[in-house]
């Protein structure tokens, strides 16, 4: 942010003028290593035009994934926190992120731990991304958590990428569905129409249903439009609570398909993030209460806390889950059982997380390669049985 500040210098000169910092503190210490004694300090009101940059500034996954390997591969190289932070702020484009990382960096450089100084940013440092950090200082293997953070970032960022990516087309396609029939309602059908009348012909049923579809979206498609937006609208905002979270979670893992893709995806991201934790030393308890915070499903999120609850009693993690075979398949629980048996959990998830991995890629693939189809075959039947409607009676006036 920008603040407006009123100085003087060492001669006595008063300076007037504006200041970019993280925080009105920030800004006074800026402004007294360039030699200034602020009289004056305040934010500045900002412009519109800033006022949009600072929405278009939001600070996106993939910058925290670069952000994150190239802490790990310079810390790695014995390159001082202090000195790596002030490059990677140096060679941020984003504005609202390179102040934060400033932040950071003179947090750390004042005698703040690392881990501290990312806390006061939980929105772009999530729970798991702290708690995996200090770990790692509190065992001198910051390096490794590092490291290791790093690519299980890159790999959460793949994933998310390539479902994208694959939802891309199909939604292409529907766009083009909708595209081409109001073209035809608008346009095409309208001057079918004034032919068939001026033909006199006794109009099939079926090219009357069409004609009378057609006419009603004309005049009262604008009623359907608000009734769905509004209905969009609604559903967003019970989403938005916590009884519509529950409800639309368990809904989105009963889809066909879908619902198993979702599973897997959680599974993937259960396995791999108390992996992750328990390598980094951090005991179980508290591991599952980390994850109950990033696992992302309401239905998933309920089971882990419970687990959290029973394995703080004693129970095994396996024993829990077992509980709850629709959302955690057998397979999965005797992994984690022969995990727990053997000490070897962390190494035990990790081939969990390996084996769902190639489902998903697999899954994914064959998502794309069903939807496309379907809806290329539904493009086809609607238009093909508007055209063949309205057309019906040509054919037949020309027979006759």
Same mark, same amino acid.
């Given at each position: 942010m920008k603040f407006n500040y009123q100085a003087r210098t060492k001669t006595g000169e008063i300076r007037t003028g504006s200041v970019e910092a993280s925080s009105k503190e920030v800004a006074a210490i800026i402004l007294q290593r360039y030699g200034f004694?602020?009289?004056?300090? $305040?934010? =500045?009101?900002?412009?519109?035009? #800033? /006022?949009k940059v600072k929405l278009f500034g939001k600070i996106s996954g993939k910058e925290i994934?670069?952000?994150?390997?190239q802490l790990a591969i310079m810390f790695k190289s014995k390159v001082p926190m202090v000195e790596t932070l002030k490059v990677l702020a140096a060679q941020t484009q984003n504005t609202d992120f390179k102040e934060k990382i400033v932040k950071i960096s003179e947090d750390v450089e004042g005698g703040t731990a690392f881990s501290r100084a990312l806390s006061q940013y939980p929105k772009i440092f999530s729970s798991f991304y702290v708690a995996t950090i200090k770990a790692g200082e509190a065992?001198?293997?910051?390096?490794?958590?590092?490291?290791?953070?790093?690519? *299980?970032?890159?790999?959460?960022? *793949?994933?998310?990428?390539?479902?994208?990516?694959?939802?891309?087309?199909?939604?292409?396609?529907?766009?083009?569905?909708?595209?081409?029939?109001?073209? @035809?309602i608008f346009y095409v059908i309208p001057n079918l129409t004034e032919v068939l009348l001026a033909s006199g012909a006794e109009l099939p049923l079926p090219t009357r249903i069409i004609l009378g579809l057609a006419d009603f979206m004309r005049t009262y498609g604008w009623l359907?439009?608000?009734?769905?937006?509004?209905? =969009?609208?609604?559903?967003?905002?019970?989403?938005?609570?916590?009884?519509?979270r529950i409800l639309f979670d368990k809904l989105f893992l009963k889809i066909p398909l879908m619902g198993s893709f979702l599973k897997m995806m959680y599974l993937s991201r259960f396995a791999e993030n108390l992996s992750t934790l328990i390598s980094?030393?951090?005991?179980?308890?508290?591991?599952? #209460?980390?994850?109950? %915070?990033?696992?992302?499903?309401?239905?998933?999120?309920?089971?882990? =806390?419970?687990?959290?609850? $029973?394995?703080?009693?004693? #129970?095994a993690i396996s024993a829990v889950l077992?509980?709850?075979? $629709?959302?955690?398949?057998?397979?999965?629980?005797? @992994?984690?059982?022969?995990?727990? /048996?053997?000490?070897?959990?962390?190494?035990?998830? @990790?081939?969990?997380? %390996?084996?769902?991995?190639?489902?998903?890629?697999? @899954?994914?693939?064959?998502l794309v390669s069903v939807i496309e189809p379907v809806i290329i075959i539904f493009l086809g039947v609607v238009v093909g049985g508007i055209m063949l409607a309205v057309l019906m009676p040509l054919y037949q006036t020309i027979a006759l």
């Open positions: 004694y602020v009289t004056f300090l $305040e934010i =500045a009101a900002p412009q519109f035009y #800033e /006022k994934v670069l952000f994150s390997r065992s001198g293997s910051l390096s490794d958590s590092l490291d290791y953070l790093a690519g *299980h970032l890159e790999r959460e960022y *793949h994933l998310t990428a390539k479902i994208r990516g694959a939802l891309i087309y199909p939604a292409l396609i529907i766009f083009v569905v909708f595209a081409v029939l109001g073209l @035809m359907l439009l608000i009734f769905l937006g509004g209905a =969009a609208i609604l559903s967003v905002r019970y989403y938005l609570t916590k009884s519509g980094a030393g951090i005991p179980i308890t508290q591991a599952l #209460e980390i994850i109950t %915070d990033i696992i992302g499903n309401t239905s998933y999120k309920k089971i882990v =806390a419970q687990t959290r609850e $029973e394995v703080g009693k004693g #129970e077992a509980r709850f075979p $629709e959302l955690f398949p057998p397979i999965f629980v005797q @992994m984690t059982a022969v995990g727990e /048996k053997t000490g070897t959990l962390d190494s035990t998830l @990790m081939n969990v997380v %390996d084996f769902y991995r190639k489902d998903l890629d697999l @899954m994914a693939d064959n």
